[in-house]
């Protein structure tokens, strides 16, 4: 069943994708709209304040990473998971700079899909309702505000999508441990037979290049060959 019947906002301007989606999430138990083009889903996002979109880059008039970069822009920390037929890893590392929670390329299974979206809601939901605690994690300059929910390295706030916080966090909480790429689905992405493990080295990306002094030789989020990754404070 689903969340609370959260409402999932649907990008698409493929109609027969749209519908698709929309009948596969009404039959999980959500309830769904749809925009066609960029200029609508950021009008629905203001007017409706979904619990998730499901965001095509491709897309007229204003294509899927310009919504992405005006949401975060104006602070909306909305979940998104980004469709695209595009396999260009540049895409997928850009969509997730831009504070994307996901991304998932076409075709797609609709029950890996599923999963995903409901892994999305079950983290939002998850943090939205943990009591607050007066607590502060930190390595190095990093410093980690549970109850605010705020990051900031050497003073300075840094900006991470709600996925790349509960990676953190993890990490954090587990230091000196080596956790496979599959472990981490489940932990964090709370996925457990579908997701792919490429999707964790992107976070871990990210997190190398906003959180490291050089990511091109982390310190701190190391990997270690043939297991996963480490986190060392």
Do not use: C
Request: proline share 4%.
């Amino acid at each position: 069943m689903s969340d609370d019947r959260a409402v999932i906002l649907i990008v698409e301007d493929d109609d027969a994708i749209a519908t698709g989606l929309s009948m596969n999430l009404k039959l999980e138990g959500y309830t769904s709209m749809v925009a066609s083009d960029g200029h609508e889903a950021l009008e629905k996002i203001r007017e409706h304040a979904p619990d998730l979109v499901l965001l095509d880059i491709t897309m007229p008039r204003k294509d899927g990473l310009e919504v992405l970069s005006e949401m975060r822009e104006a602070g909306n920390r909305t979940p998104v998971i980004v469709l695209s037929a595009r396999q260009d890893e540049y895409d997928k590392v850009g969509a997730l700079r831009l504070g994307a929670d996901d991304y998932v390329t076409k075709p797609f299974a609709l029950a890996e899909l599923m999963a995903r979206v409901h892994a999305v809601l079950r983290r939002a939901k998850g943090s939205d309702e943990q009591p607050a605690v007066a607590a502060v994690l930190s390595f190095g300059n990093v410093k980690v505000e549970i109850e605010t929910r705020t990051v900031s390295r050497a003073g300075e706030e840094i900006k991470l999508t709600h996925l790349e916080l509960e990676l953190l966090i993890f990490f954090m909480q587990n230091p000196s441990r080596v956790f496979s790429r599959d472990r981490l689905l489940r932990e964090v992405w709370g996925l457990r037979s579908s997701g792919s493990q490429r999707t964790v080295d992107n976070f871990v990306g990210q997190l190398r290049s906003k959180l490291e002094a050089d990511p091109e030789q982390p310190v701190h989020f190391v990997t270690v060959r043939g297991s996963g990754y480490r986190f060392d404070p």
